[in-house]
């Protein structure tokens, strides 16, 4: 086998192709990341939200559970 200065080239611009690719998948998995982690986030706020209306409409049951009846 004969390496020259052009198979080295050649092969040093398929490294460089390869790496850019892999950068770029780097960059989309990163966005993705943060794209889950912003809807985690909110999916966690809606579930505190549903929390909060719960405990809400508990109270509000209690409160009428315990209100003296008028006769």
Known sequence: MNITKETI???R????EDLNKVRAQGAE???QKL???ALQ???TG???QC????KKLDNES???ENTPQED
């Open 29 to 31: 998995l990163e966005r």
């Open 35 to 37: 794209e889950n982690i």
């Open 46 to 48: 809606a579930i505190q």
């Open 51 to 54: 929390d909060d209306f719960l």
């Open 41 to 43: 986030n909110a999916l």
């Open 62 to 64: 209690s409160d009428v």
């Open 9 to 11: 080239d050649e092969r």
């Open 13 to 16: 611009v398929a490294l460089l």
